[in-house]
């Protein structure tokens, strides 16, 4: 599922904006299909403009029936129906999915035999100065067994001691769930962690779901500004 609205804060139409002859939204929709990893992948979204887009271009989308405040939100109404245990979100604003970070994550279920997973989720190390500074970039930190602790736009851990080899990592915008869970998240009032930060994630902390968060290696780029569009479009040629 890729959770899709065409108003965004910081960058308005953003999915909708050319990378390299295609819009945002369509790229990230056939690299999703493309990794052949799913039974079938839909758009969810609020927007004809978006519905149109992918069903012109021969994909699938449904079109959300209420206003939601999250993408989890939207993908729960798609998917509450559907006869399904694993549910994988994608952020629209993902054009260079690939299927080596994605099949990462959906092993994390087939180990979990005792289904004590709730979602599991990527991250990449960061060593940029100005993108671990950056609040558009999520940071994550997690304990011994790669679960999350804590997720925030903030540079977390504070590097007060230099010598011990903090390590930075982003959290890139990619969700496996079971599907019982997101279903809970709609029924879960937002405390203030999650409303101070907007990340929707820090809910599922909030209310003790266990995350489990996968290193990959693949950087790729999230759109979320003009100046990562730009950065996109070079690293796509």
């Not at 930060?197 to 003790?208: A, T």
Request: proline share 3%; with cysteine; hydrophobic share 40%.
């Amino acid at each position: 599922m890729i959770p899709a609205r065409y108003s965004a804060s910081r960058f308005p139409g953003k999915l909708m904006q050319n990378l390299a002859g295609k819009s945002v939204i369509l790229r990230t929709y056939e690299a999703t299909v493309a990794t052949n990893l799913f039974s079938d992948v839909y758009v969810v979204t609020d927007s004809e403009i978006i519905y149109d887009e992918i069903v012109s271009n021969g994909g699938k989308a449904i079109m959300s029936i209420k206003e939601h405040e999250s993408g989890s939100d939207r993908i729960a109404e798609a998917v509450a129906n559907v006869d399904c245990d694993i549910v994988v979100n994608v952020q629209g604003d993902e054009p260079f999915t690939e299927r080596e970070s994605l099949t990462k994550v959906l092993e994390v279920f087939n180990d979990d035999v005792d289904k004590n997973i709730d979602l599991a989720s990527l991250m990449v190390e960061i060593k940029d100065l100005e993108e671990i500074n950056n609040p558009n970039t999520v940071k994550v930190i997690v304990d011994q067994n790669n679960f999350a602790l804590y997720f925030s736009r903030s540079p977390i851990p504070y590097s007060r001691d230099k010598n011990v080899g903090v390590r930075y990592f982003k959290h890139k915008g990619i969700y496996a769930f079971r599907k019982q869970a997101l279903l809970d998240f709609t029924i879960l009032p937002m405390q203030f962690l999650e409303a101070s930060e907007k990340i929707e994630c820090i809910r599922y902390l909030e209310y003790g779901k266990r995350i489990k968060m996968v290193e990959t290696e693949v950087q790729g780029v999230e759109i979320d500004t003009p100046e990562d569009l730009e950065r996109a479009k070079r690293l796509w040629k």
